[in-house]
């Protein structure tokens, strides 16, 4: 059991957030290499914790020794990561149209661009990912290369596991000399406190890992303040997978057990997980069910991270299954307790799941449902009955593939990202990777919430016009002191 932690009060966060402000006017004007410094003493501090941080979020979230290490070595590589583009600079997108005094008819003024920092950032930490999305995940890690202290609120569901991580960032501020209330750590099982965060004056935008529900609630509160602000929610997603026929002639057994364990894997917490396996009826679907079916019966269940979980998890299976028409297709046929997860997958008919908006909701857990299809034409309207995704994948050969091309292009106005012939669980740490989509996955698709990018996320285009060159930011002034990669009258360049 985790130790019980009282709500922060109203005048707690009130002072949390007038210091993160205070902060936010000093350290939006340090340099990127003094950033990228204390980013990097945080993952330093992180790792100075030692196996104790893992024993207590081991506790706290029921997740085994290896998995918390690798996420704990993912979560440091991340602020590694973040760090060395902070220190590097050519992220803050420097732009430079020089001034044509003899243009005519009007002349041309010297005008300069750049990114800056929005102000302080509320981040509400992860259930599913006690290191990845929670006090140094990735959106802290973002908003401080942004420029941005961060008030994070600990997950009920490990606090001392926060705790312990926020003391290594309170160390990381004063080793390298940060001002005090770059970082905040509140505590709020009640969801006053989370409203409280969003809407005091001095929040300048809200990071969110979680349900649905509770992101949406967010959004909505951020949009009711006298000046809205933006919600950066990933909400979760169905990750929809398309077995095209070939590829089930092919490779039923290969693709089966590959969904088995992906469906399945951390007992289906992972907002990546395949919900939706969506295929073409005849012999080589008939193969792939019967096998996935062999597997998640031989599937060990295990506590989910957290009793609230497992009981929404038990809720909204057993509503799937309570609708008309569902068929149940296997389940573990091992024992399990009141808090564990049930490997199952059920399945239904196309144009039942297109008729019935309740087989279209994210399961959280190791459940995923089989959608019939009679040909492709129903394939595709499966596609036009689907919501906004994290993650569409396609199964398929090359044969499958060049006939393929209107699904395809359908499916890619989907999701934030598009897999081939693999599964969606595992979201690496690069810059190309995009971990958002269309509504309803995240409130805003045109950012993503993993690797450098996620930094835009928290700032905002600032120009300068006619501006003595000595009173510029360096990324902008003449000679390009600090050498980044900069477009300048059209050109990019480091000249």
Not at 65 to 83: D, H, K, P, S, W
Not at 359 to 384: T, Y
Request: net charge negative.
């Amino acid at each position: 059991m985790s130790i019980m932690y009282q709500d922060s009060t109203s005048t707690q966060i009130n002072e949390a957030m007038q210091r993160a402000y205070a902060a936010f006017l000093e350290y939006r004007r340090k340099s990127g290499q003094e950033k990228a410094t204390f980013i990097r003493t945080i993952a330093d501090e992180i790792e100075a914790l030692g196996e104790v941080v893992i024993e207590t979020a081991m506790r706290e979230t029921h997740l085994p020794a290896a998995r918390l290490l690798g996420e704990r070595g993912r979560t440091c590589n991340q602020l590694r990561n973040i760090a060395e583009v902070v220190a590097e600079g050519s992220w803050l997108e420097a732009t430079i149209d020089t001034a044509l005094p003899d243009r005519q008819p009007l002349p041309k003024p010297d005008i300069r661009n750049l990114l800056v920092p929005i102000g302080p950032v509320v981040v509400f930490g992860a259930s599913n990912f006690p290191f990845a999305y929670s006090t140094a995940g990735v959106d802290p890690a973002a908003a401080w290369g942004a420029g941005c202290p961060v008030v994070l609120k600990a997950h009920p569901a490990h606090p001392e596991t926060s705790e312990m991580v926020a003391g290594a960032i309170l160390k990381a501020v004063e080793k390298t000399g940060m001002p005090a209330g770059v970082f905040e750590h509140i505590h709020g099982a009640d969801f006053e406190v989370g409203k409280a965060l969003v809407m005091h004056p001095k929040t300048a935008a809200v990071g969110f890992t979680g349900s649905f529900g509770g992101g949406k609630a967010l959004f909505d509160l951020a949009n009711q303040r006298p000046v809205p602000i933006p919600v950066f929610a990933e909400m979760g997603s169905t990750n929809p997978v398309f077995l095209l026929p070939d590829a089930l002639d092919k490779e039923a057994e290969k693709y089966a057990k590959m969904y088995a364990s992906s469906i399945t894997g951390g007992m289906g917490q992972f907002c990546t997980k395949p919900g939706l396996l969506i295929g073409i009826e005849g012999a080589s679907l008939e193969t792939f069910s019967a096998i996935l079916a062999a597997e998640i019966r031989q599937i060990q269940p295990v506590a989910m991270l957290h009793p609230g979980i497992a009981k929404a998890f038990r809720t909204k299976r057993d509503d799937v299954l309570g609708q008309e028409n569902v068929t149940v297709e296997a389940e573990t046929v091992l024992s399990y307790g009141q808090d564990d997860g049930i490997p199952s997958v059920a399945s239904v008919t196309a144009a039942q799941f297109v008729q019935n908006p309740a087989l279209h909701q994210e399961v959280f857990g190791p459940f995923s449902l089989l959608i019939k299809c009679r040909d492709k034409a129903e394939m595709q309207e499966i596609v036009e009955h689907l919501e906004g995704q994290l993650t569409c994948t396609v199964i398929g050969t090359e044969a499958d593939l060049s006939e393929a091309a209107d699904l395809l292009s359908a499916i890619s106005l989907l999701c934030g990202r598009l897999l081939l012939n693999g599964v969606p669980t595992g979201v690496e740490v690069c810059a190309a990777m995009q971990h958002g989509g269309p509504f309803p996955a995240s409130t805003d698709g045109r950012f993503g919430s993993v690797g450098p990018h996620a930094i835009k996320r928290f700032v905002r285009p600032l120009a300068f016009q006619n501006f003595t060159n000595y009173l510029l930011p360096d990324e902008l002034k003449d000679g390009n002191p600090l050498g980044i990669w900069r477009m300048v009258n059209g050109q990019l360049g480091k000249a």
